[in-house]
C-alpha cells in the first residue's frame, strides 16, 4: 500500500519545542526512514486565517518563520513536498462538499474547538470558518491520500471527524477517499507539551513559549522564570515531578549520556526524580540541567536557521514549487471526488447522451 505523510503548522508564530517533540522531529525521522512514499507538510495560512482574520500580516509574516523552522530541522525539500495551504484552492471546493456530511452539533462536540474557542474569548462571536475548520482540515488531509498524520494529542478530535467524513463520503458515493491513521509521539511527555507557565499546552497564542530560535540567553531566561512545583518551597521539602514542566521538559528531551555530561552525581532521570520527591533537592540546579539539555538539542537548530535565513528568495522558491506539486495532487483527488459525487457533466458522455435520448435526439 501507499503510504503518504500530511501534517503542518499554522503560520500564527515561531515554532517552539511543543510543535518539535509533538509532530516535527518525528517527521524528520519518519522522512529519513525512507519508508513513506510521498511527504505533504503544509503551512495552514487559510486556517491561521479563521481567528487572526483582522490581522493577515501577522500570517503573511510568519509563513516565512515556519517555513525556516522547518528546514532548520531538517526537513528536506527533495523529500518532502513544503507548501502553502492558501495556494491550493482545489481545498476550499473539497471543504464546501465535505460541509454537507457533517452535523453542527458534531462540530459543536469537537474538545479541541470547544477548548479554542474559550480560549479566543469566541464564545458569542465565532467565525464560521473557525468553527467548521475541522472540515476543512479534513479537505486538507484527504485531498493528499494521506495515510499517517503525525501530530500532537490536540489534533486527534480532528482526525477523528476526518475519518468520518472519508466513511461517510465513501458510503455515499462508492469507495474514493483514503482513510488516515493518527501518529501520536511515543513519548506521553511529548504528547502535549505544557507552557513554561504550567498551562496544559505551550501554544504560541499564549506567549508561553520556548522557541526553536529562541538565542541561548533568551532560552536561559526562560528556562530560570519558568513555573515549576508550587509546594516546594524550601530546598529541604519533598517536591512533584507530575504536572511540574521542568520535570516534564525532561521526559521530552533528557536522555541517560546527558547526565554523564552535565551532571554525573545521577545516573538517570528516575534517580533525579527519587531524589526531588525525597526533598533536598533545588529547583535552581534541576533548571540548570534543564538548560543545558535543551541548549544541546536547540542550537545546531539554530545555527542552521541563521545560515538559511541568508537567503530567503530561496525559500519562497521552495514553497512556490513545492505549492505546485501539492496543488496537482490535490487537483487529482478532486476531479476523483467530482465523478463519484456524478458533477463531473462535461466528462461524463453517458449523461449527455442520456439526456440527448431523453429529449429525443
Ligand atoms: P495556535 O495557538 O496558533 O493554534 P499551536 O501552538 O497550537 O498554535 P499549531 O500550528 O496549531 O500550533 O499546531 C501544529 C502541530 O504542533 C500540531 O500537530 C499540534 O498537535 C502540535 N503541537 C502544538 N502545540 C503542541 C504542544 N504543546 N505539545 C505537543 N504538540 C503540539
Ligand atoms: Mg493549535
Redo the contacts with the bound molecule.
Sequence with gaps: MTKIIL????P??RL?I??Y???LKRRVELQNSGKYDEIYIMI?DAQ?LTDNMENPEKVRQNIIEVALDYLACGLDPKKSVLFIQSQIPELCEMSFYYMNLVTVSRLQRNPTVKT?IQMRNFEKTIPVGFFTYPISQAADITAFKATTVP?????APMIEQTREIVYKFNNVYGETLTLPDILL?DNKA?????GTDGKA??????NNCIYLSDTEEEIQQKIKTMYTDPTHLRVEDPGHVEGNPVFIYLDAFCKDEHFEKYWPEYKNLDELKAHYMRGGLGDVKVKKFLNNVIQEELRPIRERRLELAKDIPAIYKILEEGSKIARAKAAQTLSEMKEAMKINYFADKELIAQQAEKFGK
Design positions: 501534517t503542518g503548522d499554522r500564527t508564530g517552539h511543543g510543535h517533540v509533538g509532530s495552514a491561521a479554542e501530530v500532537g494529542e490536540d489534533q509521539p511529548c504528547l502535549r507539551l505544557p499546552k505551550m501554544s504560541k497564542s499564549l
